[in-house]
């Protein structure tokens, strides 16, 4: 690959001098906006059988669910329009203004969507709008991921990459955490007619504080080390040419492990509280809470799996990752689906183990396979393409599994199938990657 050359790296030491040192700032502008950025996306999962109701109305049983679902996919398929026009400008004009793009977009779609009158007001243009505003949204979040992940790790030294890392992936779990909170605690305290005539709205149309916030923060960065690096190669003339058979191999690396993680993902933190609400007939409130308390261990983990990955790699930890959804896949639903909180609180911690550490290597991952020239647009597009074929459909292939056959364990085989298939790509194909020199290409 074109990021074949290694640096040597060891976990325990300072960064040598010469190497970046990653500030309080930049761990602070990168992570608050990365927190707003999935906040906003995951209440969209929280609230969707009260946006399928609202916006989707239907007498027949799981079709407005399915509907909902169906937009949330919406929100994927987008993703790779975003990397291609995200990705390209984080490679030409720098990674901070990726970061400034996604952010302040995917407040204002997220508000919008908050306003947005329902289908008994304003009749089909409430559907469509709703589906605009998520393939805009989506667009934000295809440029988010990654430009976040390129910007810590980049700007991190060669021993403290994955714990970099581990900044997006975290930030981003206790924005679903926090997301989980807010749903139960909104369903907690209002009524069914109020949670469904504005309750669900709420979070939708704070964001845009948030927003505020992100962008004054993340507008004083400063780019880089290794953009400034790879301009200054560009201006000589001087940058290496990076083969197509490289560029194939990142990217269908970056495929298999975006896929095993983001798969997963949304098993664990959308389609998990609809299966229990939906399937098991379990409160909103206690299926939220469960939700919340495995979503307390996925965050606690993700810092733990990048100091570990930083000491002893990422072959192994995203191999093991692979290799254990696809052997657990079916206990997790068994466990879950016999209705009893403590198997259920069981099956979603085993499933917060997994994703945890195949979040954080897809992170590190994404930014280590590709080489610095092509780096924001191959990951962008690597990791949201997976989204959108992948990922996406996913809790919508769940639901639609238990419809058709009326088994609820059957959605397993889908995560099961996937990690699969991740794992003999990245069995083949991923070499360890911790000490790759990240200016290479």
Known sequence: MGT?????????SPPPPGQPALSRKQVLAVGIGNFMEWFDFAIYGYFAAVIGSIYFPSDATGVSLLSSLAVF?????SRPFGALILGPIGDRFGRKTVLMITVFGMGVF??????????ATIGIAAPILLVILRFLQGMMVGGEWSAAGIFLVESAPANRRASAASVVTFTAGIAFLVGTATAAAINANLS??????????????LSIVMTFIAVFIRRKLNDTPIYHELQEKKANNTLE???????????????????????????????ANNHLVSVLGMSKTNALWLC???????CILHPLVGRFSDHYGRRKLALFAAAGLTIMAYPIFLMMNTGKPALILLSLT???FLVAISAVMNVVLLVEVFPASIRSTGAALGHNVSSALLAGPGPFIAAALIQYTGNPNVPAWYLAAVSLVCFLILYTRLPETKNVDLSAG
């Open 350 to 352: 085993i499933l917060a």
């Open 292 to 298: 919340s308390a495995a979503l307390v261990v996925y």
């Open 4 to 12: 074949a050359t290694i640096a040597p790296s060891h976990a325990n």
């Open 192 to 205: 069914q007619e109020q949670v469904y005539n504005w309750g669900w709205r709420v979070p939708f149309v």
């Open 241 to 271: 040419r990076v083969s197509p058979k490289d560029k194939l191999n990142a990217f269908v690396l970056s495929f298999a492990f975006s896929a095993l993680f983001l798969v997963s993902l949304y098993y664990f933190i959308t389609y």
């Open 73 to 77: 996919a919406v929100g994927f398929v």
């Open 110 to 119: 997220t508000t919008l969507i908050g306003l947005l009158p329902g289908y």
